[in-house]
């Protein structure tokens, strides 16, 4: 479970009671500011850096959980 997404575990790696940290390619998250039907994890952007080809944006989800972004400008 991260915040609201609950992910399915790879095959013979989990163990009960043992938490677990996902990792996702900052390039690979989509912004959007409304819900559009996909799973989602509702945040608020709390910082945005821009120099470059790319914008980064650091998000807190309603979970207290940090996230990153990394979105070409």
């Known amino acids: 479970m991260f915040g609201p997404l609950v ?5 013979g790696l989990w163990r009960n009671g043992l938490s677990a940290q996902l990792f996702v390619r900052p390039q690979d998250i989509e912004v959007h500011t409304q819900p ?3 799973p989602r994890l509702p945040a608020r952007v709390t910082r945005i850096k821009s ?4 914008v980064k944006v650091e998000f807190l989800s309603f979970a207290e959980q940090t996230c990153h972004a990394d979105i070409p400008y």
């Not at 992910?7 to 095959?11: D, R, S, W």
């Not at 120099?51 to 790319?54: F, I, K, R, T």
């Open 7 to 11: 992910l399915a575990p790879p095959q």
């Open 51 to 54: 120099a470059g080809p790319v």
């Open 36 to 38: 559009h039907g996909t």
